[in-house]
């Protein structure tokens, strides 16, 4: 099992320009998330998933937008980029509601580590 | 609203000297509390899910314990391999989208 993999480590973006970071996992878990973590804070949702098809916003959304066409793929698309979205990135997924998980864990990808110039 | 406040925002321990770590939550109905590890320049690491007051959870020299209000993360005779950010988060009722507090730096000393 690779668990969740994010796509790439570091980025570094114009101002206007536009992106999509991966995010893959390979434990069949419905329940994605997108988080961004800036210098010193917690993690902050941007959107999660429940389900392929499915998604809804998080704290901060703007900005942003999100797709779950199969289980295993999240991808995160910035548009018009902006410095406010300089940030480490991070992808999860969690075993919530599968059959067999005693408890509910959320699995973290390394990583993407943006910056807005 | 929703909240979790983390305390202390940092904390220096030699090896060896016991401490807790507090998570308090404000929320309309507990689902669930998460306790996780962060290393520098890493994601997050599940260490333990708490879902009523009164559980607690071990795992090596950690002990994570849950009231109506808050949580306490333990930490027995700490290693310097213990040194991390230790994240919270909560989950509210009738969703699955989690909250997270800012966390507390833990740096143990040899």
């Known amino acids: 099992n690779a668990g969740v993999t994010q796509t790439p480590k570091f980025r570094i973006l114009k101002i206007g320009q536009s992106m999509t970071l991966q995010c893959t996992q390979d434990?069949?878990?419905?329940?994605m998330y997108w988080y961004r973590q800036d210098p010193g804070m917690g993690l902050k949702l941007i959107y999660y998933s429940v389900g392929a098809g499915i998604t809804d916003k998080g704290e901060v959304p703007n900005g942003y937008n999100v797709s779950r066409s199969t289980t295993e793929d999240f991808p995160l698309r910035l548009e018009l980029a902006a410095p406010s979205q300089t940030s480490v990135y991070f992808c999860?997924?969690?075993?919530?509601?599968?059959?067999?998980?005693?408890?509910?864990?959320?699995?973290f990808g390394p990583g993407t580590r943006l910056l807005v110039l | 609203e929703d909240q979790v406040t983390q305390s202390p925002e940092a904390l220096r321990l030699q090896e060896g000297e016991s401490s807790s770590l507090n998570c308090s939550y404000t929320v309309s109905g507990l689902r669930g509390l998460f306790w996780y590890r962060q290393d520098p320049g890493k994601g997050p690491e599940f260490l333990f899910t708490?879902?009523?007051a009164g559980e607690e959870k071990e795992k090596e020299r950690l002990k994570a314990t849950l009231t109506k209000k808050e949580s306490f993360l333990h930490i027995t005779a700490p290693k310097p391999e213990d040194s991390a950010t230790y994240l919270c988060?909560?989950?509210?009722?009738?969703?699955?989208?989690?909250?997270f507090g800012t966390g507390t730096r833990l740096k143990v000393l040899a």
């Open positions: 434990m069949n878990h419905n329940y």
């Open positions: 999860a997924s969690s075993s919530a509601g599968l059959a067999g998980a005693k408890q509910e864990t959320q699995y």
């Open positions: 708490l879902y009523s």
């Open positions: 988060a909560v989950q509210a009722s009738g969703t699955y989208k989690y909250i």
